[in-house]
């Protein structure tokens, strides 16, 4: 809606888990996306590189991650899934800015990129309707009880939280947001 402020939790609908820590050198929690957040793809003036991520605090039973960004305030009905890898094995613990690149040079072995709600496999910046008002993007790392989250290559985001939603051990989440 024109005038928003943020979305609230799209995740205390799904689960109450718990929470872990998840720190970035490159966005902030209820802080303005940097540019380099920002989509160049959809016009937005940024570089489309995912943000630097670490966490840390999961719990003992996790044995793999997961790294979602979503933006529900996106006018579409269902919001916007920017960006959505699985298979993160556990003995990760960060990703380097830009990891979620087109060519996943820096994702961990293992690990691949879903699709995201443009069609691309990648990290896709921050690109909300000029005058839509703040939208909040939600980063979030699910710890998972399964190695592999069993989704395929075809598959959509909004499956993959759907099939992660009975194995979320806990969940770490940062919420900046970006206006045009």
Do not use: C, K
């Not at 050198?25 to 540019?35: E, H, S």
């Not at 709600?117 to 399964?146: E, F, K, N, Q």
Request: hydrophobic share 40%; charged share 10%.
């Amino acid at each position: 809606m024109p005038g928003t402020t943020g979305s609230p939790d799209p995740y205390t609908a799904i689960a109450d888990v718990p929470a872990f820590t998840l720190t970035s050198a490159d966005v902030a929690d209820g802080a303005r996306l940097p540019l380099a957040q920002v989509s160049g793809i959809f016009g937005a003036g940024g570089t489309d590189t995912s943000p630097q991520l670490s966490w840390s605090g999961f719990p003992a039973g996790t044995r793999s991650f997961a790294v979602t960004v979503h933006d529900p305030s996106a006018p579409t009905g269902s919001g916007f899934w920017h960006w959505a890898l699985v298979d993160v094995p556990v003995t990760t613990t960060s990703l380097p800015a830009g990891a979620g690149g087109e060519d996943g040079a820096g994702l961990p072995d293992g690990a691949w990129q879903l699709a995201n709600d443009a069609g691309l496999a990648r990290y896709l910046g921050a690109a909300p309707p000029a005058g839509h008002g703040r939208h909040t993007y939600w980063i979030a790392v699910h710890a998972l009880d399964v190695e592999r989250v069993g989704v395929g290559r075809g598959a959509t985001p909004a499956f993959l939280g759907f099939t992660m939603s009975g194995h979320t051990l806990a969940r770490a989440v940062l919420s900046p947001w970006y206006e045009t």
